[in-house]
């Protein structure tokens, strides 16, 4: 009765029972395997046997644990804040300490609107008026075409907004002034446009003094997302601004530097096969930094009405622009599961070297009871 009392006053809390869960599967699975393998082997050689087993499957489990990155990993790869640097008069970065981030001049890039508008006037320029509408391009290369589309989307997207490249959608029910109004609008959002937006879209439209500063390469929005959400992380905890939520600033450019050697631009065979062979062979990761420009929006663009539609944001031009730097921690994700498929190897080839040599003793004696 005294037991029956303590099994009925454990608490078969989540923790206890996951335990007894394991406890209950080592000794149904493995211990039926090794008590079957015992009594028709003895237990020595039985629980040699068994443990080679087991440690056999522990190196082909972890092998497939290191290969993919998965498993009982270590700690998958992540940004580090570097510092935090606010611009003034003379330059973004004139202060970072971070001497690879002292040569990125992104105060000096050109906008993304003046890009597209200069674009679109050489595609008009060359191939006329509707080049940026209805241009046939069925009778060009695959790399003048590509580049036309390219413009052509941009334009859409971030051009010159006027009266007549409003859809009847937007200006149905609204009155003159209210068109005037919105297209005063959307060319202000246009305006706005940061080189990281035009990049996910149009990257040909950038030349080298966009794309590349001071070895810096510019970053679109979806190649920046997990820099991006780090780097805001690391800025709404710093104690040395006061931002209370992410709706108070906009982000603007991003930018990377160092890491290994990509693919360069419309790769062919040969480009992939060497890329992937110079990969394999740089055995030590170079240092990558990364950089995420953000500014400080009006008071008066994020202060909504109920019952009003949300205004557009718009950046404080006499607030500084704060640029997160960063460093790459590419942490150690396959160097546990490593460790493992080596350790259960070792015990492996361990194991079987001993049931080796105790079948070598076997045999001899055999042929020792046999010659006598």
């Given at each position: 009765?005294?037991?029956?009392?303590?099994?009925?006053?454990?608490?078969?809390?989540?923790?206890?029972?996951?335990?007894?869960?394991?406890?209950?599967?080592?000794?149904?699975?493995?211990?039926?395997?090794?008590?079957?393998?015992?009594?028709?082997?003895?237990?020595?050689?039985?629980?040699?046997?068994?443990?080679?087993?087991?440690?056999?499957?522990?190196?082909?489990?972890?092998?497939?644990?290191?290969?993919?990155?998965?498993?009982?990993?270590?700690?998958?790869?992540?940004?580090?804040?570097?510092?935090?640097?606010?611009?003034?008069?003379?330059?973004?970065?004139?202060?970072?300490?971070?001497?690879?981030?002292?040569?990125?001049?992104?105060?000096?890039?050109?906008?993304?609107?003046?890009?597209?508008?200069?674009?679109?006037?050489?595609?008009?320029?060359?191939?006329?008026?509707?080049?940026?509408?209805?241009?046939?391009?069925?009778?060009?290369?695959?790399?003048?075409?590509?580049?036309?589309?390219?413009?052509?989307?941009?334009?859409?997207?971030?051009?010159?907004?006027?009266?007549?490249?409003?859809?009847?959608?937007?200006?149905?029910?609204?009155?003159?002034?209210?068109?005037?109004?919105?297209?005063?609008?959307?060319?202000?959002?246009?305006?706005?446009?940061?080189?990281?937006?035009?990049?996910?879209?149009?990257?040909?439209?950038l030349d080298d003094d966009a794309s590349e500063l001071g070895g810096w390469t510019l970053l679109s929005t979806a190649e920046s997302g997990e820099a991006q959400a780090s780097a805001l992380a690391m800025?709404?905890?710093?104690?040395?601004?006061?931002?209370?939520?992410?709706?108070?600033?906009?982000?603007?450019?991003?930018?990377?530097?160092?890491?290994?050697?990509?693919?360069?631009?419309?790769?062919?065979?040969?480009?992939?096969?060497?890329?992937?062979?110079?990969?394999?062979?740089?055995?030590?990761?170079?240092?990558?930094?990364?950089?995420?420009?953000?500014?400080?929006?009006?008071?008066?663009?994020?202060?909504?009405?109920?019952?009003?539609?949300?205004?557009?944001?718009?950046?404080?031009?006499?607030?500084?622009?704060?640029?997160?730097?960063?460093?790459?921690?590419?942490?150690?994700?396959?160097?546990?599961?490593?460790?493992?498929?080596?350790?259960?190897?070792?015990?492996?080839?361990?194991?079987?070297?001993?049931?080796?040599?105790?079948?070598?003793?076997?045999?001899?004696?055999?042929?020792?009871?046999?010659?006598?």
């Amino acid at each position: 009765m005294q037991m029956l009392d303590i099994i009925a006053g454990l608490a078969w809390d989540p923790e206890f029972r996951g335990f007894m869960a394991v406890l209950t599967g080592l000794v149904v699975l493995p211990g039926s395997v090794w008590l079957l393998v015992a009594t028709n082997s003895g237990p020595r050689l039985g629980t040699l046997i068994s443990l080679s087993a087991f440690f056999g499957w522990m190196t082909i489990m972890a092998s497939i644990w290191w290969l993919y990155g998965i498993g009982y990993a270590g700690d998958s790869p992540v940004w580090e804040e570097v510092e935090i640097v606010e611009s003034d008069s003379e330059g973004h970065l004139r202060f970072a300490a971070l001497e690879e981030a002292n040569r990125l001049r992104s105060e000096d890039l050109p906008s993304a609107h003046d890009l597209v508008v200069e674009a679109a006037d050489d595609l008009v320029e060359q191939y006329g008026s509707n080049a940026l509408t209805t241009l046939d391009t069925s009778g060009f290369g695959a790399g003048e075409t590509a580049r036309i589309v390219e413009v052509q989307v941009a334009w859409q997207e971030y051009g010159v907004v006027s009266v007549g490249s409003l859809t009847p959608d937007q200006t149905e029910g609204l009155s003159a002034a209210e068109i005037d109004e919105l297209v005063s609008d959307e060319h202000a959002r246009n305006e706005a446009t940061t080189l990281s937006e035009l990049a996910a879209i149009a990257p040909s439209l950038l030349d080298d003094d966009a794309s590349e500063l001071g070895g810096w390469t510019l970053l679109s929005t979806a190649e920046s997302g997990e820099a991006q959400a780090s780097a805001l992380a690391m800025v709404l905890a710093s104690s040395d601004f006061d931002f209370a939520s992410q709706g108070e600033f906009r982000v603007l450019d991003a930018y990377t530097i160092g890491g290994k050697r990509g693919l360069p631009d419309d790769p062919d065979r040969w480009d992939r096969i060497s890329t992937q062979v110079r990969t394999a062979l740089t055995i030590k990761h170079p240092t990558r930094y990364g950089i995420i420009q953000i500014q400080r929006v009006t008071e008066e663009s994020i202060t909504n009405l109920p019952g009003e539609a949300p205004k557009r944001p718009e950046v404080d031009l006499s607030e500084p622009v704060v640029s997160i730097v960063m460093i790459r921690n590419l942490g150690n994700l396959r160097l546990v599961p490593a460790l493992i498929a080596i350790g259960s190897l070792l015990i492996f080839l361990g194991l079987v070297y001993m049931m080796h040599e105790r079948d070598k003793l076997v045999m001899a004696r055999q042929a020792a009871f046999e010659a006598g």
